[in-house]
């Protein structure tokens, strides 16, 4: 709860020095006196206290009094809150000083910015919401009774603090359209991808095999060109043909294994991955073995250990050891069979060395039996026939295997790009849905905070708070007369509704009596549902030329409600009502300069 209690001010806007106003003396006062003798002005100088502004905008320039002498104005303020008490002082001439204690403690900030940055948050209302609570004045309310229905409810907004939705409306709108355009890039990137991949799709990319070449036939050649020599040294030859029979019985006493190949796998590789194997067996094992031991308390935090969570993590790692340990056996198998494949190679490739020996000595082109004139004259033509068989079918192959190569390089290369293209497709699908839910979430949110969203939801709530509220004191404001309801309409306009004596009306049918009752409880209502929106209550109220309006009997029930108030101090301002039981204060104004009385 704050209290404000008392003020003291020397020379602003009309006043001059030592005036003082205690605001907690009575629950009702008075302050009455002629116009332009400075009786709103009170309300403007406690705003100037608080919060370094006033709601009339007037500048700093025009406070200080220009009809006296001094150069300097001055407000001192007491107010409590709780069980403390505050007291804020200001002074101002070319420059501004403002102190701000607390139970006859300096507490101010160390600039004047930072101190009314504390008084405001220690009040818990910002100026503009306090001047709504505060000081109150017939024409701010009937802007809003009689202001069109779309501007009422921006009042609304204003008032009740929504307009951070308004805000967040705009903020959201904005981040949807950019994230609509990434939807939009990510949706075209992704068509011309699946185009691409639908324009190759019947393009046979079978690899096709290179044919082998047929062995030159040079050694035929050279044949050819031998036994013609043999021909002419045919005693000679044969001796050769004895010697080159003897080279091939060695040849063929050497035992080859013409199957075995050189193994293909890189044995090098599956021992790494024995050894990572082993390891992973191991780390796993030593993690299942550390978790089981931890017991029922982090050693770290000290926190509860998830028994369910630890038994998961237990399991998984288990999976973990369980798939090393199979892939350490299969991996083991492989380089045992390697290591066998590789002895086996070794032991042929020996052999083959002897073999390559003899085979270098022999001369596989000589006859196995003695050369014989007649048959050597029918081989040589045999063998220029088959050279040129062969002649043939390496030229035919050679040119197959050109066109092969050609069309294995075009199929790598547009299998390569199929394969970029559908790599990047996933990429673009999953970017695509990401967006897509980032834009569907960012909908809901415009949605939400959209004008009939999130807005209108709470006007809707507090709206019947601020109906209910009204009509509680325009009841006893009317003796039951009229009734006041507040509609939100689907074109999100709100709509004041007057009843009287369950016939609707228009605000602008009733009289000005009529019309001031209603405004008087639109006041107290609105400070009513401010204050219950704030957890901040505050005694002060000022009605500035509120009650002109009303005839004798309203002014008389609008002083019972306000007396009816609990904590409530509320002044009320005018030039003409005079109740005689209430206490009074006069502004009296002499030769230009105002005082309190």
């Not at 405001?120 to 503009?128: P, R, S, T, V, W």
Request: hydrophobic share 40%; with cysteine; aromatic share 6%.
């Amino acid at each position: 709860m704050i209290t404000i209690k008392k003020i003291k001010w020397s020379n602003l806007f009309s006043y001059g020095e030592d005036n003082e106003l205690d605001f907690s003396a009575n629950p009702l006062t008075q302050i009455v006196g002629k116009n332009g003798h400075g009786k709103s002005s009170i309300a403007l100088i406690l705003e100037e206290a608080l919060y370094n502004k006033n709601s009339k905008n007037i500048k700093k320039s025009d406070i200080l009094n220009r009809n006296g002498k001094a150069k300097t104005y001055s407000i001192e303020l007491e107010f409590t809150k709780d069980d403390d008490t505050y007291e804020v002082k200001t002074v101002r001439g070319t420059t501004q000083a403002v102190k701000l204690y607390k139970n006859s403690q300096d507490i101010s900030a160390h600039t004047a910015t930072g101190t009314y940055k504390l008084l405001e948050e220690l009040i818990g209302y910002d100026h503009k919401t306090f001047a709504q609570i505060v000081y109150q004045s017939s024409a701010a309310s009937l802007e809003f009774l009689t202001a069109t229905d779309s501007n009422r409810k921006k009042f609304l907004i204003d008032l009740l603090n929504l307009g951070k939705y308004v805000e967040a409306a705009d903020v959201f709108k904005t981040a949807t359209k950019a994230v609509a355009e990434e939807v939009t890039v990510c949706a075209t990137k992704i068509i011309a991808a699946e185009d691409w991949l639908k324009k190759y799709k019947s393009t046979s990319l079978v690899v096709l095999p290179i044919l082998p070449v047929p062995e030159n036939p040079r050694n035929l050649i050279e044949q050819v060109s031998g036994i013609r020599e043999d021909i002419k040294n045919i005693e000679t030859h044969n001796k050769k043909i004895v010697q080159n029979n003897k080279y091939k019985e060695l040849m063929e006493s050497i035992v080859l294994d013409v199957s075995a190949q050189e193994p293909k796998l890189d044995v090098t590789e599956y021992k790494k991955e024995k050894i990572e194997c082993a390891k992973s067996v191991k780390d796993a094992d030593a993690f299942i073995q550390k978790m089981s031991k931890l017991g029922t308390l982090c050693p770290t935090c000290m926190q509860d250990i998830d028994a369910a969570k630890l038994k998961t993590i237990i399991s998984e790692h288990t999976e973990v050891k369980q798939a090393a340990e199979t892939r350490l056996l299969e991996v083991s198998a492989v380089i045992s069979k390697l290591d066998k494949e590789i002895a086996a190679w070794n032991s042929n490739n020996n052999a083959k060395q002897l073999y390559e020996e003899y085979h270098s000595l022999y001369n596989p082109s000589l006859a196995k039996d003695l050369l014989d004139k007649q048959e050597l004259d029918a081989l040589i033509s045999s063998n220029e026939l088959l050279i040129s068989k062969i002649t043939k079918e390496i030229k035919d192959v050679t040119d197959q295997n050109a066109k092969n190569l050609s069309h294995n390089a075009k199929a790598e290369v547009i299998k390569t790009q199929l394969e970029e293209v559908n790599a990047g497709l996933v990429v673009l699908r999953e970017d695509l849905a990401t967006v897509s839910d980032r834009l569907s979430t960012l909908q809901v949110l415009v949605k939400t905070f959209s004008p009939t969203g999130l807005v209108a939801y709470k006007i809707e709530c507090l709206i019947k708070d601020l109906e209910e509220t009204t009509n509680k004191y325009l009841s006893e404001l009317s003796d039951g007369r009229f009734q006041i309801g507040f509609k939100i309409s689907a074109s999100d306009k709100l709509n004041v509704v007057i009843t009287d004596n369950g016939k609707d009306i228009e605000i602008i049918a009733l009289s000005g009596g009529e019309r001031a009752r209603v405004n008087a409880a639109a006041l107290l209502g609105i400070r009513k549902l401010m204050q219950s929106l704030s957890n901040t209550r505050i005694n002060l109220l000022v009605l500035d030329e509120t009650i002109e309006n009303l005839d004798l009997d309203g002014k008389e029930k609008l002083v019972e409600v306000l007396l009816a108030e609990e904590y409530l101090n509320t002044f009320i301002i005018s030039h003409g009502f005079q109740h005689p039981l209430l206490e009074k204060i006069h502004v009296v104004k002499t030769r230009n300069v105002s005082r309190i009385e």
